[in-house]
Nanobody, 115 residues
């Protein structure tokens, strides 16, 4: 069965950093694009970053460009999101997404940026 398990979320101060991980299982991870999304309270879920199957292409939301970096280690079936210079507006639940014929989401990991 397909599983996506996010981890790494925490409470951090503005300007701090976090590294999120998503470990995938149940499919051939290296064959697919992967994405990170986030959803803040009362807001729509939004794309944060995406990465191609081999990691050669990435894309980012304008709001995180230059601060966040998406990467992957196909040998570990893991996609990462390095988040630097965190702002209170980055507070959200962060989700890992895989799409084949269906869309699969992880359970999410909470990131809270507050002093």
């Amino acid at each position: 069965q397909v599983q996506l398990v996010e981890s790494g979320g925490a409470l951090v101060q503005p300007g701090g950093s976090l590294r999120l991980s998503c470990v995938a299982s149940g499919f051939t991870f290296a064959n697919y694009e992967m994405s990170w999304y986030r959803q803040a309270p009362g807001k729509e879920r939004e794309l944060v970053a995406g990465i191609s199957n081999g990691g050669g292409w990435t894309n980012y939301a304008d709001s995180v460009k230059g601060r966040f970096t998406i990467s992957r280690d196909n040998a570990k079936n893991t996609v990462y999101l390095q988040m630097n210079s965190l702002k209170p507006e980055d507070t959200a639940v962060y989700y890992c997404k895989w799409r084949s014929g269906q869309i699969y989401w992880g359970q999410g990991t909470q990131v809270t940026v507050s002093s």
